[in-house]
């Protein structure tokens, strides 16, 4: 299960980064990625996070 949590943050952190790069290549909503995907990029980092601790320090 833990494994599992963890390569769906990874999943979900590459696909905003990369949707990240794309939106930022083009200068008219380039502020648009900044407002939106900050949140969201630090959100699921920190799920990232918490989900690939090792079990003994989440209890």
Known sequence: M???LVLIGAVIFIGQV????VLSS???VR???L?????LTG???LFFISAS???????
């Not at 990369?18 to 790069?21: A, E, I, Q």
């Not at 407002?35 to 949140?39: G, K, Q, S």
């Not at 601790?53 to 209890?59: A, C, D, V």
């Open 18 to 21: 990369m949707v990240w790069f």
């Open 35 to 39: 407002i939106v995907f900050a949140p």
């Open 2 to 4: 833990k494994n599992i």
């Open 31 to 33: 502020t648009l990625p």
């Open 43 to 45: 959100l699921s980092l």
């Open 53 to 59: 601790t090792p079990p003994n320090l989440n209890r």
């Open 26 to 28: 083009l200068p008219i």
